[in-house]
T-cell receptor, first 115, second 113 residues
Framework: EAQVTQNPRYLITVTGKKLTVTCSQN?????MSWYRQDPGLGLRQIYY???????DKGDVPEGYKVSRKEKRNFPLILESPSPNQTSLYFC??????????????FGDGTRLSIL | DQQVKQNSPSLSVQEGRISILNCDYT??????FLWYKKYPAEGPTFLIS?????DKNEDGRFTVFLNKSAKHLSLHIVPSQPGDSAVYFC????????????FGAGTRLFVKA
């Protein structure tokens, strides 16, 4: 089954404690992206990657890092989480052909609470 | 400043009637628009899209209309079904350096049986 898998689905942690949210896709997609969803703001793009070792900032990259060492994986790293990063996070992927007009496949989300 | 706006946070419609969800955008460089549907505890799923060279695209019960001069698009669902109850996101993209997709805040649709 084609899917984007995020882990963990839920996490409660404390300010300053480094965390990583993993994202893996099994569709051999070149393009991967991270979004955060906040009430009244919709989905805002954090980082995206066009392919292995190619990453770029989205609209809200501050406080986040990403890496793309393998095609299937695109982890999101919060080096020193703060309460304003409490949010619902989605990872997405798509083929690169036809970008940016390709529909994206989304994971089921990771709800992070930073206390 | 939000470049893609969905001004109605929620919409309630009777089963069998038409649902119309609206979306406005400010950036004339957007050349492709997509609608995604999201159920609770799941990620968004792609529903329908339209290129800026068209003014209408239809897929079964779902039709998207684009009015470029007004920078406005709408999603029509006819007939509405209880299973259509979800949050609908409008999204826009532009093929101008960088491959970003800008999403609206979403509209929650309630379809009453």
């Amino acid at each position: 089954e084609a899917q984007v898998t995020q882990n963990p689905r839920y996490l409660i942690t404390v300010t300053g404690k480094k965390l990583t949210v993993t994202c893996s896709q099994n569709m051999n997609h070149e393009y991967m992206s991270w979004y955060r969803q906040d009430p009244g703001l919709g989905l805002r793009q954090i980082y995206y990657s066009m392919n292995v070792e190619v990453t770029d900032k989205g609209d809200v990259p501050e406080g986040y890092k990403v890496s793309r060492k393998e095609k299937r994986n695109f982890p999101l790293i919060l080096e020193s989480p703060s309460p304003n990063q409490t949010s619902l996070y989605f990872c997405a992927s798509s083929p690169s052909d036809g970008l940016p007009n390709q529909p994206q496949h989304f994971g089921d989300g990771t709800r992070l609470s930073i206390l | 400043d939000q470049q893609v706006k969905q001004n109605s946070p929620s919409l309630s419609v009777q089963e069998g009637r038409i649902s119309i969800l609206n979306c406005d955008y400010t950036n004339s460089m957007f050349d492709y628009f997509l609608w995604y549907k999201k159920y609770p505890a799941e990620g968004p799923t792609f529903l329908i899209s339209i290129s800026s060279i068209k003014d209408k695209n239809e897929d079964g019960r779902f039709t998207v209309f684009l009015n470029k001069s007004a920078k406005h698009l709408s999603l029509h669902i006819v007939p509405s079904q209880p299973g259509d109850s979800a949050v609908y996101f409008c999204a826009a993209s532009a093929d101008t350096g960088g491959f970003k997709t800008i999403f609206g805040a979403g509209t929650r649709l309630f379809v009453k049986a």
